[in-house]
């Protein structure tokens, strides 16, 4: 399980959604809106964070386990999203264009030497970083954490 430092303020209660399982959802294609994670219980939270999504079998596993949670709570059914079968942050060569962006806000121009030396779990946190108006504030911790500033 790998949570960021920048998530430090919610790991403990997972009142928000970490990357990790962010990452997931977007590998199963489940939209997972906040109010349907918040009606889960804490384990129901935990065996989400813990639960592998990486083969096959493994996505769909995961998928039905999110739309069964979402049921049981009486939620609508959360929305597919297309799967990208080549997502961005699994293309270590090429820094995306949000990304450096946003870094050049900052005063900071990635390269994609460092671009390569990021796990795909931390080239995914900073796409979404630097999509997301409400989580810019985070951009700047994850680029330290991730030693690149």
Not at 34 to 39: I, K, S, T
Not at 65 to 70: E, F, I, K, N
Not at 85 to 98: K, R
Not at 139 to 149: G, M, R, S, V
Request: a negative charge; one cysteine or more; proline letters at 7%.
């Amino acid at each position: 399980m790998t949570f960021f430092q920048f998530e430090a303020d919610f790991v403990e209660s997972l009142r928000c959604i970490p990357m990790q399982v962010r990452y997931k959802l977007d590998t199963c294609g489940v939209k997972l809106k906040l109010p349907d994670w918040n009606r889960f219980s804490k384990v129901e939270r935990q065996q989400l964070v813990e639960l592998p999504c990486e083969t096959e079998t493994e996505v769909q596993t995961y998928r039905e386990m999110v739309h069964q949670l979402v049921a049981e709570h009486g939620s609508d059914r959360p929305s597919d999203l297309p799967i990208d079968p080549t997502p961005e942050w699994h293309n270590s060569e090429v820094v995306p264009a949000s990304v450096q962006a946003q870094s050049n806000s900052f005063g900071i121009s990635l390269n994609s030497e460092q671009w390569a030396s990021l796990t795909p779990l931390q080239r995914f946190a900073l796409i979404k970083l630097s999509r997301s108006n409400h989580e810019n504030r985070n951009f700047l911790p994850a680029l330290k954490e991730f030693e690149l500033a």
